[in-house]
Protein backbone atom coordinates (compact mmCIF):
# COMPACT_ATOMS: atom_id res chain seq x y z
CA UNK A 1 0.00 0.00 0.00
CA UNK A 2 0.68 3.56 0.04
CA UNK A 3 1.32 4.38 3.76
CA UNK A 4 1.03 1.99 6.96
CA UNK A 5 -2.55 1.46 7.44
CA UNK A 6 -3.96 1.02 10.65
CA UNK A 7 -7.79 -0.42 11.67
CA UNK A 8 -9.58 0.56 13.43
CA UNK A 9 -9.26 4.24 13.22
CA UNK A 10 -11.15 4.24 16.98
CA UNK A 11 -11.85 1.78 19.17
CA UNK A 12 -14.40 1.92 22.01
CA UNK A 13 -13.74 -1.14 24.86
CA UNK A 14 -15.54 -1.94 28.23
CA UNK A 15 -13.50 -2.49 30.92
CA UNK A 16 -12.39 -5.93 31.12
CA UNK A 17 -13.01 -6.39 27.55
CA UNK A 18 -10.54 -7.66 25.38
CA UNK A 19 -9.48 -5.92 21.89
CA UNK A 20 -7.27 -6.46 19.03
CA UNK A 21 -5.16 -3.84 16.62
CA UNK A 22 -4.11 -4.40 13.35
CA UNK A 23 -1.06 -2.83 11.61
CA UNK A 24 -1.07 -3.60 8.13
CA UNK A 25 3.15 -1.93 6.86
CA UNK A 26 4.09 -0.72 3.59
CA UNK A 27 4.75 -3.71 1.21
CA UNK A 28 7.98 -4.99 2.06
CA UNK A 29 9.10 -3.36 5.04
CA UNK A 30 10.77 -6.04 7.64
CA UNK A 31 10.73 -4.04 11.01
CA UNK A 32 7.62 -3.31 12.33
CA UNK A 33 7.23 -1.12 15.73
CA UNK A 34 4.60 -0.37 18.20
CA UNK A 35 4.14 2.58 20.31
CA UNK A 36 1.73 3.74 22.93
CA UNK A 37 0.46 7.64 22.79
CA UNK A 38 -0.90 8.65 26.30
CA UNK A 39 -3.23 12.03 25.89
CA UNK A 40 -0.59 14.96 26.32
CA UNK A 41 2.63 12.53 26.05
CA UNK A 42 5.04 11.36 23.83
CA UNK A 43 4.69 7.97 21.74
CA UNK A 44 6.08 5.74 24.09
CA UNK A 45 7.88 2.38 22.78
CA UNK A 46 6.19 -1.14 22.77
CA UNK A 47 7.43 -3.94 20.86
CA UNK A 48 9.39 -4.40 17.73
CA UNK A 49 9.58 -7.01 15.03
CA UNK A 50 11.99 -8.30 12.58
CA UNK A 51 9.89 -10.24 10.12
CA UNK A 52 8.16 -12.92 11.82
CA UNK A 53 10.36 -12.51 14.67
CA UNK A 54 9.66 -10.33 17.79
CA UNK A 55 12.72 -9.37 18.91
CA UNK A 56 12.34 -6.48 21.58
CA UNK A 57 8.88 -6.44 23.92
CA UNK A 58 10.49 -4.40 26.61
CA UNK A 59 7.95 -2.21 26.73
CA UNK A 60 4.82 -3.85 26.93
CA UNK A 61 3.46 -2.84 30.00
CA UNK A 62 1.87 -6.06 30.75
CA UNK A 63 1.22 -9.54 30.75
CA UNK A 64 -2.40 -8.31 29.03
CA UNK A 65 -0.54 -7.08 26.06
CA UNK A 66 0.59 -9.44 22.96
CA UNK A 67 1.37 -8.49 19.17
CA UNK A 68 2.20 -10.80 16.92
CA UNK A 69 3.66 -10.57 13.31
CA UNK A 70 3.05 -14.20 11.99
CA UNK A 71 3.69 -13.83 8.55
CA UNK A 72 6.15 -10.97 8.51
CA UNK A 73 3.67 -8.78 7.13
CA UNK A 74 0.44 -7.27 9.03
CA UNK A 75 1.11 -7.41 12.84
CA UNK A 76 -1.73 -7.71 15.48
CA UNK A 77 -1.65 -5.71 19.36
CA UNK A 78 -4.10 -7.48 21.88
CA UNK A 79 -4.83 -6.14 24.90
CA UNK A 80 -6.35 -8.42 27.20
CA UNK A 81 -8.95 -7.43 30.24
CA UNK A 82 -8.55 -3.84 29.07
CA UNK A 83 -7.94 -1.24 31.87
CA UNK A 84 -9.09 2.06 31.60
CA UNK A 85 -5.24 3.02 31.93
CA UNK A 86 -4.72 1.46 28.57
CA UNK A 87 -6.84 4.43 27.27
CA UNK A 88 -4.32 5.73 24.49
CA UNK A 89 -3.54 6.10 20.97
CA UNK A 90 -1.43 3.11 19.64
CA UNK A 91 0.60 4.19 16.62
CA UNK A 92 2.41 1.61 14.65
CA UNK A 93 5.51 2.28 12.62
CA UNK A 94 7.05 0.54 9.78
CA UNK A 95 10.73 0.94 8.04
CA UNK A 96 12.31 -1.15 4.48
CA UNK A 97 15.37 -3.04 6.27
CA UNK A 98 16.44 -4.10 9.49
CA UNK A 99 16.94 -1.50 11.83
CA UNK A 100 19.73 0.65 11.70
CA UNK A 101 20.81 4.08 12.29
CA UNK A 102 19.41 6.47 9.24
CA UNK A 103 16.60 3.98 8.14
CA UNK A 104 13.69 5.93 8.07
CA UNK A 105 10.26 4.90 9.74
CA UNK A 106 7.19 5.23 8.51
CA UNK A 107 4.52 5.55 10.83
CA UNK A 108 0.30 4.89 10.52
CA UNK A 109 -2.08 7.04 12.42
CA UNK A 110 -3.09 5.54 15.13
CA UNK A 111 -5.74 3.41 16.60
CA UNK A 112 -7.68 5.46 19.36
CA UNK A 113 -8.41 2.85 22.32
CA UNK A 114 -10.66 4.10 25.04
CA UNK A 115 -11.68 2.45 27.67
CA UNK A 116 -14.74 3.12 29.21
CA UNK B 1 18.12 6.26 32.19
CA UNK B 2 17.48 8.99 29.25
CA UNK B 3 15.04 11.44 29.10
CA UNK B 4 13.95 13.77 27.07
CA UNK B 5 12.42 17.30 27.91
CA UNK B 6 10.34 19.87 26.01
CA UNK B 7 9.57 22.63 28.11
CA UNK B 8 7.25 24.58 25.95
CA UNK B 9 3.81 23.07 26.33
CA UNK B 10 2.51 25.18 23.49
CA UNK B 11 3.89 28.17 20.63
CA UNK B 12 2.63 30.33 18.31
CA UNK B 13 4.25 32.29 15.58
CA UNK B 14 2.79 34.41 12.87
CA UNK B 15 3.26 33.36 9.59
CA UNK B 16 6.48 33.92 7.92
CA UNK B 17 7.96 34.26 10.51
CA UNK B 18 10.79 32.06 12.95
CA UNK B 19 9.89 30.68 15.90
CA UNK B 20 12.55 28.16 18.05
CA UNK B 21 11.36 25.17 19.61
CA UNK B 22 13.50 23.91 22.49
CA UNK B 23 14.46 20.66 23.77
CA UNK B 24 17.19 19.41 26.62
CA UNK B 25 17.83 15.76 27.12
CA UNK B 26 19.79 13.73 29.71
CA UNK B 27 22.35 11.08 28.73
CA UNK B 28 25.73 9.07 29.97
CA UNK B 29 26.24 7.99 26.56
CA UNK B 30 28.34 9.67 24.09
CA UNK B 31 27.14 8.45 20.94
CA UNK B 32 23.13 9.00 20.23
CA UNK B 33 20.97 10.29 17.55
CA UNK B 34 18.49 13.56 17.77
CA UNK B 35 15.25 13.32 16.22
CA UNK B 36 12.16 15.91 15.69
CA UNK B 37 8.65 14.79 14.59
CA UNK B 38 6.07 16.50 13.55
CA UNK B 39 2.52 15.19 14.22
CA UNK B 40 -0.58 17.13 12.55
CA UNK B 41 -4.37 16.52 13.61
CA UNK B 42 -4.27 13.10 11.77
CA UNK B 43 -1.75 11.83 14.28
CA UNK B 44 0.62 10.63 12.08
CA UNK B 45 3.98 11.11 12.97
CA UNK B 46 6.41 12.88 10.37
CA UNK B 47 10.37 12.89 10.46
CA UNK B 48 11.39 16.48 10.14
CA UNK B 49 15.13 16.55 11.13
CA UNK B 50 17.63 14.61 12.33
CA UNK B 51 21.21 14.87 14.03
CA UNK B 52 24.14 12.44 14.92
CA UNK B 53 25.52 13.44 18.26
CA UNK B 54 29.48 12.52 17.02
CA UNK B 55 28.74 15.36 14.24
CA UNK B 56 29.87 19.15 14.66
CA UNK B 57 27.54 20.15 11.76
CA UNK B 58 23.88 21.43 12.29
CA UNK B 59 21.41 19.46 10.40
CA UNK B 60 19.06 21.62 7.74
CA UNK B 61 16.97 20.48 5.84
CA UNK B 62 15.14 23.48 4.01
CA UNK B 63 13.36 25.89 6.81
CA UNK B 64 14.04 23.82 8.97
CA UNK B 65 17.68 23.57 11.06
CA UNK B 66 18.83 22.68 14.61
CA UNK B 67 20.83 23.89 17.00
CA UNK B 68 22.69 21.21 18.66
CA UNK B 69 24.99 22.17 21.70
CA UNK B 70 26.20 18.76 22.60
CA UNK B 71 27.76 20.06 26.02
CA UNK B 72 24.69 21.70 26.86
CA UNK B 73 22.48 18.85 25.99
CA UNK B 74 20.49 20.70 23.98
CA UNK B 75 18.70 20.06 20.52
CA UNK B 76 16.55 22.92 19.55
CA UNK B 77 14.58 23.28 16.33
CA UNK B 78 14.12 26.56 14.39
CA UNK B 79 11.07 26.74 11.68
CA UNK B 80 11.87 29.59 9.00
CA UNK B 81 9.43 31.57 7.36
CA UNK B 82 7.04 29.75 8.91
CA UNK B 83 3.60 28.55 7.48
CA UNK B 84 0.40 27.22 8.13
CA UNK B 85 0.88 24.21 7.38
CA UNK B 86 3.59 24.04 10.08
CA UNK B 87 0.81 23.94 13.05
CA UNK B 88 0.99 20.91 14.77
CA UNK B 89 2.44 18.75 17.48
CA UNK B 90 6.73 18.70 17.52
CA UNK B 91 8.48 15.85 19.49
CA UNK B 92 11.97 15.94 20.32
CA UNK B 93 13.44 12.31 20.41
CA UNK B 94 16.64 10.67 21.69
CA UNK B 95 18.17 7.10 20.08
CA UNK B 96 20.93 5.94 21.88
CA UNK B 97 23.89 4.39 19.28
CA UNK B 98 23.68 0.74 18.51
CA UNK B 99 19.70 1.12 20.23
CA UNK B 100 17.07 -0.63 18.00
CA UNK B 101 15.95 1.96 15.55
CA UNK B 102 12.73 3.02 16.43
CA UNK B 103 12.95 2.34 20.14
CA UNK B 104 13.08 6.14 20.65
CA UNK B 105 12.57 7.89 23.54
CA UNK B 106 10.33 10.76 23.06
CA UNK B 107 9.69 14.40 24.63
CA UNK B 108 5.88 15.70 25.64
CA UNK B 109 5.65 17.68 22.28
CA UNK B 110 5.29 21.45 21.75
CA UNK B 111 2.13 22.22 20.31
CA UNK B 112 2.93 25.09 17.58
CA UNK B 113 0.13 27.31 16.19
CA UNK B 114 0.89 29.30 13.20
CA UNK B 115 -1.14 32.20 13.10
CA UNK B 116 -1.77 33.67 9.41
Known amino acids: GAGVSQSPRYKVAKRGQDVALRCDPISGHVSLFWYQQALGQGPEFLTY????????KSGLPSDRFFAERPEGSVSTLKIQRTQQEDSAVYLC??????????????FGSGTQLSVL | AQTVTQSQPEMSVQEAETVTLSCTYD???????LFWYKQPPSRQMILVIR??????QNATENRFSVNFQKAAKSFSLKISDSQLGDTAMYFC?????????????FGKGTKLSVKP
Open chain 1, 93 to 106: ASSFQAPRIGEKLF
Open chain 1, 49 to 56: FQNEAQLD
Open chain 2, 27 to 33: TSENNYY
Open chain 2, 93 to 105: AFMKHGGSQGNLI
Open chain 2, 51 to 56: QEAYKQ
